[in-house]
């Protein structure tokens, strides 16, 4: 039965990754690939991606249909909670002052944090309230395209 359990996770995993890197978000694995990430100019919308049931159904599908929209990030990444473990904790090391929360978005700006969607605004909420928080922080923070 274990063996079957981790079959079903490690599924699990593939298809929430395909659906995060299908809407255009580079995964980012290592603290390394972080740091090099985070150190571009311009705003950078992290997604800390997790196989939680609201990750898969409120905050990937907000993820995609976000970004399609006059102001967006210049670079889309994603972090994946419990997966990449390292990249995960050096991602949250920029989110200062809020507490580790996946699913969850964060939107940088030339490195530095600007504003972040928890958890709890997340968990509980249609996708587009979510899509609509997005957009909010893409007026405030991004160019247009």
């Known amino acids: 039965m274990n063996m079957d359990f981790n079959f079903l996770m490690n599924d699990v995993v593939r298809i929430a990754r395909e659906e995060i890197a299908q809407a255009g978000y580079t995964e980012l694995h290592s603290p390394e690939e972080v740091d090099e990430a985070f ?14 049931g609201c990750a ?12 399609h929209y006059d102001k967006r990030p210049d670079q889309l990444v994603t972090v994946f909670a419990g997966q990449d473990k390292e990249a995960t904790a050096k991602a949250r090391s920029y989110f200062t002052g809020y ?12 490195g530095k944090l600007c504003t972040m969607v928890e958890r709890h605004e997340i968990e509980g909420h249609e ?14 923070y991004c160019d247009e395209l």
């Open 127 to 140: 996708p587009m309230s979510v899509v609509q928080k997005l957009q909010n922080a893409f007026d405030k």
């Open 99 to 110: 507490p580790p929360s996946s699913p969850s978005f964060a939107l940088l700006k030339d």
């Open 39 to 52: 150190a571009k100019k311009g705003t950078t919308l992290v997604m800390i991606n997790s196989v939680c």
């Open 56 to 67: 898969g159904g409120i905050a990937r599908p907000a993820a995609a249909h976000a970004i």
